[in-house]
């Protein structure tokens, strides 16, 4: 099994709130002035090099700091050979698609994330509206991936608009955060379904919901998918074989399609060293070849992460 991993989703949480306050995206997010727990650039590099991730992008909390991206901006400057900065900024504020070339060129910005506040805010206008589209004219003439993330009572009207965004920049790496299908809903989505009183169940194998969701990006190559904690959470308590699901993908979308993400800083459920263990428990039905694409290549290819310094500590065993 491959060593090395690229982390692709990687949240960090200051623990300086006079530096970097909390800023969600509206009043009425659920967020403490100074969450408990923290998950600092430098308790992630040690993590990553006690477990050999060489790499990292750190994809904007949306949730605690909203739109402003400070906080991986400044740690990706000083650890530039190990992250790369993912930034959400405001698709409906004109000025954003030129804010955002300047982090490209100026700030080692290496991607965009687009996200949705709320479950129930059904409308497409943060995605697909005349500003945000000149975000993904950016993020195509820059060469940066789009991450985008779904809630899943929204899969079924977005991945149509995303797959026909998509379409229109063929040359553009769009990343589904959560792979984009039921295996992916959250445990926050969940929740707000229990208290509905409604049953919440995952669809079985072997098509694990895909035909209805994911499936029509199989003529789509410039679509990929990365698979983190949420997944992992939903098939342990659908008691469904993480294995089998990635060997699934692989098979229908081929080796070059997936990349792994942690969700640290998010997804609290298990720690770092698990989350590595599980994600590499996950490719015991893929071939060499294939686990290092899914861990390490297709990140790394995405996102321009070389071998370099990060590489050669994680090799020695060295930890900051």
Not at 78 to 106: G, K, S
Not at 237 to 263: C, I, N, Q, T
Request: glycine fraction near 6%.
């Amino acid at each position: 099994m491959t060593a090395r991993l690229v982390d692709t989703h990687a949240h960090l949480i200051a623990d300086d709130w006079t530096t970097y306050p909390a800023r969600p995206f509206t009043p009425d997010l659920p967020v403490p002035d100074r969450p408990s727990f923290t998950m600092t650039a430098e308790q992630l590099l040690a993590e990553m090099d006690r477990h050999g991730v060489t790499s990292a992008c750190l994809v904007q909390r949306g949730h605690i700091y909203g739109y402003d991206n400070s906080y991986i901006l400044d740690s990706a400057a000083r650890y530039p050979d190990r992250f790369r900065p993912v930034v959400i900024l405001d698709t409906q504020d004109p000025e954003t698609a030129d804010h955002y070339r300047d982090l490209v060129r100026n700030r080692g910005v290496a991607g965009f994330r687009m996200a949705n506040s709320r479950p129930w805010i059904l409308d497409t206008a943060w995605l697909s509206s005349p500003s945000a589209m000149e975000v993904w004219k950016a993020c195509a003439e820059l060469g940066t991936p789009m991450t985008v993330i779904v809630f899943d009572n929204q899969l079924s009207y977005v991945l149509p608009l995303i797959k026909l965004i998509a379409l229109m920049y063929p040359d553009l790496p769009v990343i589904l955060d959560h792979g984009a299908m039921p295996y992916g809903i959250s445990q926050y989505e969940v929740a707000l379904r229990e208290e509905a009183g409604e049953t919440v169940t995952m669809p079985p194998p072997p098509d694990y919901g895909i035909d209805a969701t994911i499936a029509i990006f199989e003529d789509v190559p410039n679509v990929y998918f990365k698979i983190t904690e949420i997944n992992m959470e939903r098939l342990v308590k659908a008691e469904v074989e993480a294995a089998a699901l990635v060997r699934h993908m692989v098979d229908r979308f081929g080796p070059g399609r997936l990349v792994w993400g942690s969700d640290v800083g998010q997804s609290m459920l298990w720690n770092y060293a698990e989350k590595v263990e599980m994600a590499r428990g996950a490719c015991a039905l893929l071939s060499e070849a294939e686990a290092t694409a899914f861990l390490h290549d297709n990140g790394a290819r995405l996102y321009g992460l070389a071998m370099g310094a990060g590489d050669e500590s994680v090799r020695r065993g060295e930890a900051r």
